[in-house]
């Protein structure tokens, strides 16, 4: 399940299933977002963006939500792995200036 | 080279001491980021350079920060009299802004030590 710690919030899932990361954006007139994934001592990798036009978007094993009435992005992915385990961050952007969320660290158990 | 290049990978100094951190972005790329990640948290949005407009430096924390983007490539982030509370890793982004909306490629980041 999902929980709020010290630090980041944590999502636990079994290796196989879904899971659902979500991110709560804070300015309407963003012109796109984007979904970041960060293993340890790296830096954050591109993993997905959708423009805000669109609603949903899917790449191979994940897929995009924008809600924007809610201002609600998900990214959802499809049977998690092991390796996918790593900080997950959102992030909107507005002509190329970008800010990140919070961050949500995802934990696949085998 | 191919990807993002931030350098020194690790500093310590000594608290009261100035450190510059510097970036080498993609060439080509017009946009330039710099962020701060502390232990365990997110990341603190600090600066960002756009071609030749004015940087918005809205997220620098204190005066004792500055940044700079020399011929729309390097980036040198300047901290003075460094306090142990900018202990982090500071993270450069660069990429390539077409329409908008565009990949940004991270750096491994500079982790700096105040002691």
């Known amino acids: 399940g999902e929980s709020v710690g010290l630090h980041l919030p944590t999502l636990s899932v079994q290796e196989g299933d879904n899971s659902i990361i979500n991110c709560a954006y804070s300015?309407?007139?963003?012109?796109?977002f984007i979904w970041y994934k960060q293993e340890s001592g790296k830096g954050p990798q591109f993993i997905i963006d959708?423009?805000?036009?669109?609603d949903k978007r899917q790449g191979q094993r994940v897929t995009v939500l924008l809600n924007k009435t809610v201002k609600h992005l998900s990214l959802q992915i499809a049977a998690t792995q092991p390796g996918d385990s790593a900080v997950y961050f959102c992030?909107?952007?507005?002509?190329?200036?970008?800010?990140f969320g919070a961050g949500t660290r995802l934990t696949v158990k085998p | 080279g191919a990807g993002v290049s931030q350098s020194p990978s690790n500093k310590v100094t000594e608290k009261g001491k100035d450190v510059e951190l510097r970036c080498d972005p993609i060439?080509?790329?017009?946009?330039l980021y710099w962020y701060r990640q502390s232990l365990g948290q997110g990341l603190e949005f600090l600066i960002y350079?756009?071609?030749?407009?004015?940087?918005?430096k809205s997220g620098l924390p204190s005066d004792r920060f500055s940044a700079e983007r020399t011929g729309g490539s390097v980036s040198t982030l300047t901290i003075q009299r460094t306090q142990q509370e900018d202990s982090a890793v500071y993270l450069c982004?660069?990429?390539?802004?077409?329409?908008?909306?565009?990949?940004?490629?991270f750096g491994q980041g500079t982790r700096l030590t105040v002691v």
């Open positions: 982004a660069s990429s390539l802004l077409a329409s908008g909306g565009a990949e940004a490629f």
């Open positions: 300015n309407s007139a963003s012109d796109y």
């Open positions: 959708i423009r805000s036009n669109m």
């Open positions: 992030a909107e952007g507005k002509k190329g200036d970008m800010r």
């Open positions: 060439s080509g790329h017009t946009a």
């Open positions: 350079f756009q071609g030749n407009s004015a940087p918005d």
